[in-house]
């Protein structure tokens, strides 16, 4: 008859416990070093130091090799649990001997002893799988990134669509007419010149007229696609023009120093200029500061009014445009408008060879 097994001694079970189980198993005293009273050889496989370097802080703490931004909130986590007699579960980092980080995960309780309070708990390394989590976020915010650059291309391919349309209606309606006007006047006079001179110089001043509209209106057109002030001065002087002709007080403080790429000022001066046109039709501000400069390795325009606030980014066109043509040289728009408290809008754009402030 065979005997029946005799239950092994709990030596040889918790030393079967800590080879075999996949994860470091661990007895530590409540203490700042944890210091470790029992680990399993695991924790050799995940950070590099055998077990015995641990035991009594022979040759290092354990808490000595949590990552110092991780270390902190370990300690608190594992104090609030114990204080709240329940486990603890929590993911940090711990630097290896090869001097890299592994990410593990650490679950554990407290247990009282008879003379002192212990931890009991086990440690898994779980670096591939944060690995794995971190390249399925990026792929996601790369695909997101993708998804808005696609999205802003239809949009700048329908303002441009629409801008042309625009173009062609103002060219129609404006000097198209004049011209037409100054066209039908001239013959007119011209037939006129030999029967009746007096009227003909009439009508030649009247046509004049009309080609002085047709030039005014073709300039209106020409600054709304590129202000030739823009070209000539600079940022600074085109944004004093939009400040003259806007119907509230505009103060412009200009503190670039120099000139900006011709694609990085365009950008910055339809941004203000958009912004400073919608704080003047919609805020109904009692004035408006606009800021141009440098920081960071970037140019930067801020528009601040003091009007009745509750602007968005997704309302209308015009702002969202902004936001388009931007991004494509690399820059962002903020926008702040609480209700009742006025807007600040800022448009930065990265400035190549730019030095950053400190």
Same mark, same amino acid.
């Given at each position: 008859m065979t005997k029946p097994l005799a239950p092994p001694e709990p030596a040889s079970l918790l030393a079967s416990l800590t080879c075999n189980v996949p994860g470091a198993i661990y007895r530590c005293?409540? &203490?700042s070093d944890w210091t470790m009273h029992l680990i399993g050889d695991e924790i050799e496989r995940i950070t590099g130091y055998p077990a015995e370097d641990f035991i009594e802080n022979r040759r290092r703490t354990y808490m000595s090799l949590v990552h110092p931004r991780d270390h902190r909130r370990v300690e608190r986590e594992?104090?609030?649990a114990v204080e709240a007699d329940r486990p603890y579960e929590l993911e940090y980092r711990v630097r290896t001997a090869a001097g890299d980080y592994r990410w593990v995960l650490e679950r554990g309780c407290a247990v009282q002893g008879h003379e002192r309070e212990w931890l009991d708990g086990i440690i898994f390394d779980i670096t591939d799988r944060r690995r794995a989590e971190e390249r399925a976020r990026r792929?996601?915010?790369?695909?997101a990134v993708a998804r808005e650059v696609a999205d802003?291309?239809?949009r700048m391919m329908q303002a441009a669509d629409d801008a042309r349309r625009r173009i062609e209606r103002d060219l129609h &309606?404006?000097?198209q007419q004049s011209l037409v006007c100054a066209l039908m006047t001239l013959r007119a006079g011209v037939r006129s010149m030999a029967g009746d001179p007096p009227r003909a110089a009439e009508l030649l001043r009247v046509a004049d007229g009309h080609l002085e509209r047709s030039l005014q209106d073709l300039r209106d057109l020409a600054h709304g696609i590129h202000p030739s002030l823009l070209t000539a001065h600079g940022l600074a002087a085109a944004l004093?023009?939009?400040a003259a002709r806007t119907p509230v007080p505009v103060h412009v403080v200009d503190e670039l120093g120099q000139r900006l790429p011709t694609d990085i000022e365009a950008a910055l001066y339809f941004s203000?200029?958009?912004a400073v046109t919608n704080a003047a039709k919609h805020a109904n501000p009692t004035e408006v500061r606009v800021h141009i400069g440098r920081r960071n390795g970037a140019a930067f325009v801020q528009i601040l009014d003091d009007g009745i606030g509750g602007a968005s980014l997704e309302q209308g066109s015009g702002l969202r445009g902004l936001c388009d043509r931007?991004?494509?040289l690399g820059g962002t728009v903020v926008l702040a408008s609480p209700p009742g408290s006025g807007t600040t809008l800022v448009a930065e754009v990265p400035v190549a060879g730019a030095t950053p402030t400190a």
């Open positions: 005293t409540l &203490d594992v104090w609030v792929a996601e915010a790369d695909a802003s291309r239809r &309606d404006g000097a004093g023009e939009v203000a200029a958009e931007l991004a494509t």
